[in-house]
C-alpha cells in the first residue's frame, strides 16, 4: 500500500476540532488629572487611574500610573506616566499602547509609542520615565493645562491568542446586512421611490417600516406616500437621505463623519435612535471650544441629550473663552434657556467647590 501524501495525513475524520488566531483587543481611556499644578506627590509618589478595558472586552484590565514629579531621582524634572496590567484571563500577551497628551483643542501633543511588549505575571507594567518635562506643561506657551487640567490618553492594542471550537458542520457567518445593501443597490422588487433635490432613491416599503416608526406610519395609513409609493422630501439634501436610507438596510453610515450634524437631523425626524447616538458620538469627538454652543444649540432642537451633556460640559470647563467668543453670543441671542442652563451649571460647580 502507498504511503499516504501529506494532505490525506492532515485530513481530520473524527475527534475535536479547534482552531487558534490571534485576536486584537482595542482600548482607549482619557484620564484628566484637575489643579494639576498644585499637586504635593514627590518624586517617587504615584498617582492612579481608575481601571479600564475594551468596552466589547473586559477579560484585560488596564490602569495608568503617573508620577507627577517623576519616578525617580533620575527623571525628577519630568512627569512619568505607566501602564499597568490590573487583571488578566490571559497568562502573558503582547501588547503595543501609546500615550500622549491632549492639547485644548483635543489635537495628541507629546505622542510616545512603545513597542510590541510582552505583559506576563511579574512583568505587568511598562511606561515612560521621561515622558515630558514638567516646565514644558507648566510653562503654559502650548496651553498643554487648560484650566489646570492634565488631560492624557491611552490607547492600547492587546494580541491574545483566542481558541474557537469548530463545529461539526460549518456555518457561514451572517450576510444579512451585506445582502440587504445589494438589494438597495440593484432596485429588485422595489415598491416606493423616495426623491430629494431631484434625485431618486428606489427603496422598499416593508424594510423601511420595519427599521422607522415614521416611515410605517406613512406606509400604514391612508397617506400620500402609501397611495402613490412616492416619498418627497424637501428638508434634506440627497446624499443625507442616501447614507440614512442606506443605514437602514445595513446598519451603517460610511460617510457619518463628513456629515454628522445633517444627519442626526434627519435620524431624529425618522426616528432612528442608533444612528442619532452614532451621531452624537462623532460630533462629542470633535467637541472644541469653537463648536461647542453651535452643538449644544443643535443637541437641543433635536432632543441629543449625550451631545447636549458634553457641550455644556466642554462650555463649563472652557467659560472664560467660550463666554467671550461670537458663536456664543450669537445663540445665546435665539436660544436664552440654554444660557441659563449653562449658568446653571457653572453656579452648581462654584457652590460645589466650596
Request: with cysteine; net charge neutral.
Amino acid at each position: 500500500m502507498a504511503a499516504p501524501s501529506m494532505c490525506e495525513e492532515n485530513l481530520v475524520t473524527d475527534g475535536v476540532v479547534c482552531e487558534t488566531r490571534p485576536k486584537v483587543i482595542k482600548a482607549t481611556y482619557t484620564w484628566i488629572v484637575h489643579d494639576f499644578s498644585l499637586r504635593r506627590e514627590e518624586t517617587g509618589q504615584a498617582m492612579e487611574s481608575s481601571a479600564f478595558s475594551a468596552s466589547d472586552h473586559d477579560g484585560i484590565q488596564w490602569c495608568l500610573v503617573l508620577y507627577p514629579n517623576g519616578e525617580s531621582e533620575r527623571c525628577k524634572d519630568y512627569v512619568s506616566v505607566f501602564l499597568r496590567r490590573m487583571f488578566s484571563n490571559c497568562s502573558s500577551f503582547l501588547a503595543q499602547y501609546e500615550i500622549a497628551v491632549l492639547g485644548e483643542e483635543g489635537q495628541k501633543v507629546c505622542a510616545v509609542r512603545a513597542p510590541p511588549s510582552r505583559f506576563a505575571f511579574g512583568s505587568a507594567c511598562g511606561g515612560f520615565h521621561s515622558f515630558i518635562k514638567r516646565d514644558r506643561l507648566l510653562k503654559g506657551t502650548e496651553h498643554l493645562l487648560p484650566n489646570d487640567r492634565l488631560t492624557i490618553r491611552c490607547e492600547v492594542l492587546a494580541f491574545v491568542d483566542s481558541v474557537k471550537i469548530l463545529p461539526a458542520v460549518n456555518v457561514p457567518d451572517c450576510r444579512l446586512s451585506q445582502d440587504l445593501g445589494r438589494l438597495l443597490e440593484s432596485r429588485r422588487c422595489c415598491d416606493v421611490i423616495i426623491r430629494a433635490a431631484g434625485r431618486e432613491i428606489h427603496a422598499h416599503k416593508g424594510i423601511l417600516a420595519a427599521r422607522s416608526s415614521v416611515f410605517a406610519a406613512m406606509f400604514e395609513h391612508e397617506m400620500t406616500e402609501r397611495k402613490e409609493g412616492r416619498v418627497e422630501v424637501t428638508d434634506c439634501d440627497f446624499e443625507v437621505l442616501r447614507e440614512v436610507v442606506e443605514y437602514i438596510y445595513t446598519g451603517r453610515a460610511r460617510k457619518l463623519h463628513k456629515m454628522a450634524e445633517k444627519v442626526l437631523v434627519a435620524a431624529d425626524k425618522y426616528d432612528l435612535s442608533r444612528l442619532k447616538a452614532m451621531c452624537e458620538s462623532v460630533l462629542c469627538a470633535k467637541l472644541s471650544v469653537k463648536t461647542a454652543p453651535e452643538m449644544l444649540a443643535l443637541a437641543d432642537m433635536h432632543n441629543a441629550g449625550q451631545l447636549r451633556a458634553k457641550a455644556v460640559r466642554c462650555i463649563k470647563e472652557n467659560a472664560t473663552r467660550v463666554l467671550e467668543s461670537d458663536d456664543w453670543m450669537a445663540m445665546a441671542r435665539t436660544k436664552p434657556h440654554l444660557v441659563a442652563e449653562v449658568m446653571r451649571a457653572l453656579e452648581a460647580e462654584k457652590n460645589g467647590s466650596k
